[in-house]
Every structure is written in structure tokens, then in C-alpha cells.
């Protein structure tokens, strides 16, 4: 692989974020409410007001990690942006202050709640990247006592998430969950060395649950297993999510660069970057099929042939991390391969940022840029990320 | 339109019904604990044995209508099936002896249970169709004191089914509800003078709620209104349903018939039938949408473009009855249109009974004939009710 090529790559990449940073930075801001408008469309018209709060806390975690990581976007725009957001989506529920909703009216009432963990995780990530920037201990410390609450809910009692236990609802180790937790715990550790002591023990059930994952003699990854790690009956046990794995992938990749664990690496590598790129890619069409099932059935999410943006996203990095970390050329073949479907397929030219939602041959099925579940996240994760990793294999830093 | 079209139309309609029976005769019932498996793959294998109430109830009503409406579907197996699923699916939940579940596993236990009235809707429906075969009292009883309940939570007070109250989450009139509700008074009161006394209030509210979802100066039927009727803002109160509307046309259709009410008939002509047929019709490919916004925006839905079987069936019942009771010929040339695109689309040659899920161009996109939302319903009560309406047409019946 020539230098010149990763050099072309590098520039069309940090070409893609300035302009998606733009096109949220115009579109998203509420100045009367705080908080960030997620259903923007195609033009950049916003076309409902509701406020996701995995997208309020994703969206300040990105725009501070931006600030914060990358000279050029250390600007004051973007970090009182951050800040209104955060303040913004403090909406506590449920009669439980670390409790979030998962959607807000524009002025920030609840209007839903889920029974899960993830509007919190968002929050923390939110909290915890902002207090970086400002040097808010305070802020930081909630961060820490609101994940104090998520490890209680996840490892001693889901009672106060409002879920009622059913007899026939077997526990279940859901891939999200550990995967949540584990980015958390790389988050609240970066850099503060008596924190990662603090969250070792549950970085290594993270790292533990996730490999649970790992079915069929090694041969698939499953979304979704017992809570002993044994394979569950029916859809929901042959149930596949390629984009998911992928980016479990580069969650172990990370944490084997952490902690120098070449077992780990290796397991991340040939388990949650290959085999589900091998098992997920669309040999026909091109592109990642959303779900499938591992014994051949047809799904029944009715979207599961559908190629959508955030698989693609976490299949960049999880090549590129891979590739940065081992030098294997196969890695790199494999991340230009992603690279060429996704930038010929999901950028759109002419508005500006990324279409989220494609058919299975590759039209463009949902002509929006945000909704309620896309919003300034995954894009600029995977392009922050893959400038990062391709500045280091250039060497452009230090 | 000649007879012989009609006659034609009749005979494929009867074979079509006799082979879709066949297949959920063979394929879905579970002779161990009773019920019926609907996760059913293309050529009959159960791929979950997980068992949906929704699809319970609708199976059993179904069976049980055949036996008592046409003669040769009286068969004693049609009906032992009938009982076992009916026994099978009453599973109380939530404390209370009148909530149901919403899925259950195959021996019967609650997987997970919904926050509104839809199980308990169609155990209703089972309920009172079985206790009409059977002469059974007091499971006719229990179908009506499970109807006071859901128009307890519906009318009086819905905190009993778990959802809590947000303050961002305003009281919306949700097209099922009332159409439901209205499809429960018309089962009740079939051939009871007493009861649909007993409910003709009811009755009379359910058209007047459904009759707020006509909007835009009546050009448009919205889906989700507010609690009085008004237009909501966002993407809720822009959504459109056109097989919604149309099931509501025909519920209409048959109210302004058993009330002998030409100002409802020509409404849910106008207005339930015609108006989401024309917006609802996908001009290049043809086929109904599954959801559309009213202003034209992308719905977030991510299989808005889909076409499913469901509306189509719909629509097939709501021309068939509107031209039954006014013989306007343009009516039936659209009962036709629908047909040839139904006919085409739906049914699988090979395997029997109908796909489920096309894309918009109408290429298969989920290939099972049973799913988590599509059982022993739509396609036979379509298949049943255009049977006896081309009968009566056809000057077959008395």
C-alpha cells in the first residue's frame, strides 16, 4: 500500500469532517432551548423538534472530544454548544435522579423514557468528555456516581429500570450492554491512571461478556446470548449484527492496546473485525446487511437487508485499528474496501453530510440526515478516529 | 364490470382462502401445549417458537368465524384447534386478571408484555366468536367483562396498564385505539339487539374519534391526532397509514350499514377510502406505502417505503364493500387494482400462502409467511369477507 494512497485518504477524510462538523454546527443549535435538534433533513430543515438524549449526550461528547483532541476545532462556538446540550438533556425521570429520558420536547420535557441503560451512558460520556475540557471536578464526580448507578442496574438489581420481571424473559447478555459499559470505562480511565485501577475489574467483565458472544465452535458472533453465555433459542439467539460486532471489535482493540494483551487482540481481530465482515458483507450489493441470522432464516426486523450508515462507520475503524496496530496488509485491503462502498455510496454531495439509510442495492431509502437515531455521532466518530489513526501512521504526530 | 369477471374473481378468491387455511392447518399448530406457532418460514418450517397473543386471539377468531360462517370450513378439527388456542393464550399479567400478554413461550410462559390494549383486543375478538360456536355462556360473559375493562383503561384512567405519566407526553388519539374498539362493539353486538344497545354509545364515540384523524380541511387522514382532535406537531402528527385508513373505511363502511347512515357511508367513501388510496399509491411501482408524511418529509420509520400485505388486504375489503353498497363502478375498478397488484405480489406459488414484506419495487424482501406481526388474519379475513361479498354480488346467498 503506497503512502501516497493513505495520504489521499487522510485528506479526503479530514476534508469529510470539517464539512460535517459544519453542517451540524448550521442546522442542529437550538439558541432558545439549548440542546440539539437531531431530525434534520435532507436540505438541513429541521422537521421535528423532539431532542433524542443518546444524540444530546453524543453529540456534546463528540463536539467536546473534537475541542479537545484536534487544534482546529478548539473553538468557543463548540465548546458553549457542549455546554448548553449538557445542561439541556439533565432531564432526571422515573423519580430517580441518575434516571434519563430518552426523548425531550423541544423546552425539555420527557416525553419517553426507555427501560434501559444507554440515554445514561450517553449522559456520562457527555459529563465526563465536557468536564475534560472545562476541568469541572464536579461534573466529573457526577459522571463516576451516575455510573455507580449503571453497574448496580447492569451487575446487582435492573428492578429500579421499571422492566417487570416475566417468567418466560430469561436473563440475557445482550452484546450493547457490555459494549456500553466498556467504552464507559475507556472513557472515565483515559489518562487518570487511579480511575483505571478503579474500573479494572469491570473492564475485564466487559472484555469477558463480550467474548460470550463468541458461538458455533468460534465460528459467528451472536447479538445476543444467556446470561451464562450459552446460545439462546430462535431469532432472538441466531440473531446477528455485523456493524455491533464490528464495533465490539475496536472497543477490545483499544482495550488490548491498553492493557498489552496480544491474546485479546488477536481474539478481536479474527472474531469481531473478520468473522463478522466475511459473514455480514453483501457479496451481490455491497455493504453490510444490518441484521442476519446465523442459520440462514430471514430475519424479522423488517430493515435487515438494508445497508446503513453506522455499520459502515464502525467497520473503518475497527480495519484501520486493526491495521494500525498489527501492520497486516490484509487489515488495510479490507479497510479500503469499506472505504470505497461507504464514500460512493453515503455522502451526499450536494446537502452536505452523510444519507443514514440505504436499500439493500445501495438507493438511498430514508433522504434524511439526522432522525432519531442519527445524529452527529457515529460519522464523526469514525472520521475523527481514522484522521487520528491515519496522522499516526504517517506520522504526523510526534 | 362483467359477471364473468366476477365469477372468475370469486372462484381464485375461494381457492385462495382453502389453500391459505391448508397451510396454517398443517404448519402452525402446536399439538404439545396447545396454541399456534406463527414464526413460520417460507416453506411451512417454524424458524421461533415463540407465540405472539395478538396473533393467538386473531387465529382463533378467525378458525372460529370460518366454522360458523361457511360450511365447509365446519370441521371438527378447525374447531378443536380453535379451543386449545384460546385456553392456550390466556395468560394474565401485571397482576390484573384482564391484562394479557404479548408474547409467550411455546409452553406458555409471559416473554414480554405491552403497555396498551391490543392482546386483550384480539382475546376479546377470540373470546366472543368461540363462545358463539360453542354456545359457551359465560366465555361470552368473560369477553364482555374484559371489554369493560379496556374501555376503563381507554375512557376512565389508563395508569393501570404501566405506562407512567410524562409531562412532555401529550394525550394523543391513536387511530387503532378507537378503530379497535369499534371493531369490538360491531363483533359484540353481531345479531344481539340487546348488546349493541348496551354499546351503542360506544359505538357512536369510536366514529366520532375516528372521524378527528380527518384533517387539512379534509384532505388528509392523519394517523395520531390530539385528544381533541387537533393536528400534533412533528413527524407523530404528520404520519400517514394508508392501510390504516382504509381497515377504518370498511369498520365505517359496516357501522353506516348496520345504522343506516348514508352521511357516514359517503364519509368513509370519501374520505377513509378514496383519499389514502390516491395518496397511499405509489404511482411508479405501484402498491400501497406503508407510511407517509403528509408534508411530504421522509418518515423515520425505516420501512415507510415498504409494501406490505396487510394494507393491500385492506384495501381490497374497503373498495369490495363500498362498491357492494353503492355499486359506483370506479369503485370496483380500484377493487381491481388493487387485485391484479395483490395477486401478482402476495402470494407464493411454490410454498403457498402469501409473502409478507416487498420492497418498494416489490421484489420479496422477507421471505416468511409467519412472523412476530403476521399470522392467521389479515389474508383470510380478506380472503373470507370478499368471498361472501362477491357471493351476495353474485346474487349467491338467499
Known sequence: MSVGKLEECQQHIRAQLDAVVEFWLKHSHDTVHGGFFTCIGRDGTVYDELKYVWLQGRQVWMYCRLYRCMDRFRRPDILEAAKAGKKFARVSTNGNQWKCAFCLTRDGKAVKVQRTIFSECFYIMAMDELSRVTGDKEMQLEAEQMMEQLIYWVRKDASGLGRPQLPGDVP???MAVPMMLLC???QLSEGRPETGKKYADLGSWCVSEIRQHIQRDGTAILEN????????????GRLQNPGHALEAGWFLLRYAADNDNKEIQRTAIEKFVELPFESGW????GGLFYFLDVDGHCPTQLEWSMKLWWPHSEALVAFLMAYSQTKNP?????????YEYTFSHFPDSEGGEWFGYLTQEGKVALDFK???FKGFFHVPRCLYMCESLLDDLLGKHG
Not at 330 to 338: C, G, K, Q
Open 184 to 186: 464507559l470505562v475507556q
Open 370 to 372: 439526522g432522525g432519531p
Open 172 to 174: 440475557t447478555n445482550s
Open 330 to 338: 490484509a487489515l488495510l485491503e479490507n479497510f479500503f474496501r469499506v
Open 225 to 236: 446470548v444467556s446470561a451464562t453465555g450459552a446460545e439462546l433459542p430462535g431469532c432472538l
Open 282 to 285: 453483501d457479496k451481490a450489493h
